[in-house]
């Protein structure tokens, strides 16, 4: 869905001029179809007068009008953020649960939790091509304050899913680190600061007592697998300590991290919400820092949720992260199960009542995603709504995320709490194709199986 061209070539007049603050080339893009081109900024009036794009793009733009549509709207759900319990050992300033189910909640019972992994197993049988297995993210508050019935039903159903667990990373001994990985769990892990007193300022116990040194220490287990990821949510105190953060992760061999916006679905988070303009430089001075590792070391560490805006401009259904695209992941792609069995369009929602679609063991997968909340989640078009329906950009970024959007402006369709930074990352990325540095960004391999339409050398 792309192509990058010299001076003289020609899109389309549905294609629109964005000025990506590349010294040399401006993009041109179709809104509807996300097809874009890298043209000579000199002469981009003369570029949309027509001529050689214009032809390929009438003969390409009603494959990329039916990917996007398949995208967005012909998906089914492959996978399941799992909640285990309600409970957790941390008491995170920006958490998106409430702070009643984190401190007292309950656990899912072992039995329950055997149960409810096959009902699902048996509804992704039901829609998943034969030999392809869901995927199972154990998922929270902390999983493993329920790590017995946790690894029983891992055990129990090896063959029917492909597991993964994101835990803080407080509880993962040498015996839980063990178990995971002589079992291919993919694990993720959560560190806000390069040292204890910027992680300390928004995650820590119950108590106020410091976790910063006991992730170090999980992430001293996990260094050789090949399964783990880090994610640092990204706020208002650490913000100027991105770089030095991505240099940590690089020290200590991660192959792959998430520099995360603060989700400000509750008030906590948007206490701590940076300023867009702050935050893209800070984002972006920690990304060009990953290049430079790179260049210096020969080793990647990808920044997963920038790779993944990136992707979704190179090859959109190569995307692996269903954030940035409308309507989202929620309910489409992928749904959450609550510790009570409820079921959400995205664990984001869990602590939004009206978007509960119903209990999976007494009303099913089925109900639920005809339910109207999550009805009111996968009909979320960006197209539909203001500023974004005008907005050229729109799918690449997707206007995330709805259950934001909800809290903070009072509707589903309405704009998340980062728009002006979405922009700048995708302008960003784009200057990222347009020098030929893309590759440098994203895992090894990241375009096996994908097709280009088109490609037209500079």
């Not at 916006?261 to 893209?280: I, K, N, S």
């Amino acid at each position: 869905m792309n192509a990058s061209l010299p001076a003289g070539a020609h899109p389309s007049p549905a294609l629109t001029p964005l000025d990506i603050g590349h010294p040399v080339y401006a993009a041109l893009i179709d809104p509807d179809t996300a097809f874009w081109a890298l043209v000579d900024k000199t002469r981009v009036a003369d570029t949309l007068a027509g001529g050689e794009l214009l032809g390929l793009y009438r003969q390409q733009s009603d494959a990329c009008r039916r990917e996007l549509q398949a995208l967005r709207f012909e998906l089914q759900p492959s996978g399941v953020y799992f909640n285990p319990t309600e409970r957790c050992n941390l008491n995170c300033a920006y958490c998106y649960l409430p702070v009643a189910q984190r401190r007292g909640g309950r656990h899912m019972r072992s039995d329950v939790l055997i149960t409810s992994l096959g009902r699902l197993r048996d509804y992704f049988r039901s829609i998943m091509p034969d030999g392809r297995k869901p995927r199972a993210i154990f998922h929270g508050a902390e999983p493993l304050m329920n790590r017995d019935a946790v690894f029983a039903a891992i055990e129990a159903f090896a063959d029917d899913f492909v597991f993964g667990i994101q835990s803080n990373g407080t509880l993962l001994d040498d015996r839980a680190v063990d178990f995971l990985t002589t079992r291919n769990v993919s694990i993720g892990l959560s560190l806000d600061g390069p040292f204890a007193g910027i992680t300390d300022a928004t995650r820590r116990t119950w108590s106020g007592r410091s976790v910063h040194n006991r992730v170090l220490s999980a992430m001293d287990r996990l260094r050789g697998y090949g399964m783990w990821s880090v994610i640092t949510t990204c706020t208002t105190e650490n913000l100027p300590y991105l770089t030095a953060m991505v240099e940590l992760f690089h020290a200590r061999e991660v192959s792959t991290c998430m520099l995360n916006t603060v989700r400000c679905t509750l008030p906590g988070a948007r206490a701590v919400r940076p300023a867009d303009a702050v935050f893209a430089h800070a984002f972006f001075a920690a990304l060009n820092r990953t290049h430079e590792l790179y260049r210096e070391s020969g080793r990647k560490l990808v920044v997963a949720n920038f790779a993944n805006v990136l992707i979704g401009i190179l090859a959109p259904t190569a995307r692996r992260l269903m954030c940035d695209i409308s309507p989202c992941g929620g309910g489409r792609a992928f749904f959450a199960l609550a510790a009570d069995g409820s079921l959400f369009p995205c664990s984001e929602f869990i602590g939004l009542p009206r978007f509960n679609g119903g209990s999976l063991l007494t009303g099913g997968v089925e109900a639920a995603l005809a339910s109207e909340a999550f009805r009111a989640v996968i009909g979320r078009d960006v197209d539909t709504f203001a500023p974004c329906g005008e907005c050229v950009i729109r799918h690449f970024c997707g206007s995330p995320c709805p259950a934001e959007a909800q809290e903070m402006h009072g509707g589903i369709c309405k704009t998340g709490a980062f728009c002006a930074f979405y922009k700048e990352q995708v302008n960003y990325a784009l200057r990222l194709i347009a020098d030929g540095k893309a590759d440098d960004y994203l895992w090894d391999g990241w375009d096996e199986g994908t097709e280009a339409l088109f490609d037209l050398a500079h």
